[in-house]
């Protein structure tokens, strides 16, 4: 079975898959899982039913909504394996992330064999630098968003007083509006003009995005990793570095890197490479022999 963490589409409950469904590459990526014979399973995240802002980006939620997910999977009246693989795109490559770090203390972290973080979100604190440092520069997407989930998921950190008044408005549009809308309304508009230069480097948003890292020692199982050029979601050189850093400690890793390929793209472009270190993980279970 493969556990899957969904990119985010959007803060609004009506970009939750199970009412929108998946984006294209997504789709087309899980295909690939299920014609090699896994069963795959979507979370919504907590909060989608809620109608309001959610956490995001809150590895403890977004980590234990995956192990869940494949615990209530298991429950079913199926013949469901209890050996599964953790996977996400995007924001879901955070998720599957967290709840691989997390696999041990959870019933069903016990048959997990290995982790797929396709182009993940990493190093959040250097993103949202990077993102808000030019004036100019047209503000991404991620940006308001990101800042609206954190406002939500850590109340007490002071976030709140480091958002200038004009930046308030885009962190209401992402909460509000479904993705397609909320593109549209701030296509074209600088950083500059939504009031977010500089915001990504207070000491409070730096402090919470740090805090979301994940140190090489923390990842228990075997993974693989893709990263693009260009990215501005999850840019190679940190995708990169990650994955440099968790085969530096230890941890067996696969990176691959594909040149040419925008964010959205990556589930497609990486999905006969993970399926396949799916495929070997799930080859060397079926072999394994546990003696007394």
Request: proline share 7%; aromatic share 8%.
């Amino acid at each position: 079975m493969v556990g899957w963490g969904h990119c985010l589409l959007g803060l609004n409950s009506a970009d939750a898959p199970s009412l929108g469904g998946l984006l294209r590459g997504e789709r087309a990526h899980l295909g690939q899982w299920l014609a090699a014979g896994f069963a795959v399973v979507v979370t919504d995240y907590r909060g989608f039913e809620e109608f309001r802002a959610r956490p995001r980006l809150d590895g403890i939620s977004e980590g234990y909504d995956i192990l869940e997910l494949v615990a209530a999977a298991q429950t079913l009246p199926y013949p469901l394996s209890s050996k599964w693989i953790c996977g996400g795109f995007s924001q879901g490559g955070h998720a599957a992330l967290a709840a691989t770090v997390r696999a041990n203390s959870h019933p069903s972290g016990r048959g997990l064999l290995g982790t797929v973080a396709l182009a993940p979100q990493l190093w959040l604190s250097q993103f949202m630098s990077e993102a808000t440092r030019n004036p100019m520069q047209e503000l991404q997407q991620a940006v308001p968003r990101y800042l609206t989930a954190l406002l939500f998921s850590f109340p007490l950190a002071g976030l709140d007083s480091e958002v200038p008044a004009t930046a308030r408005r885009y962190l209401t549009l992402a909460d509000k509006l479904p993705r397609r809308q909320y593109a549209a309304a701030i296509k074209g508009i600088s950083n500059e003009q939504a009031g977010m230069t500089g915001v990504g480097d207070c000491r409070s948003i730096q402090h919470v995005t740090a805090s979301l890292d994940f140190p090489p020692v923390q990842v228990p199982r075997p993974l693989f990793v893709a990263g693009s050029d260009p990215d501005e979601i999850a840019p190679a050189p940190l995708v990169r570095a990650f994955a440099e850093a968790q085969a530096a400690a230890g941890v067996r890793t696969t990176y691959c890197h594909y040149d040419n390929t925008e964010h959205i793209d990556v589930p497609v472009v990486a999905m006969e490479a993970a399926v396949r270190f799916g495929n070997g993980l799930r080859a060397a279970a079926d072999r394994l022999v546990v003696t007394e």
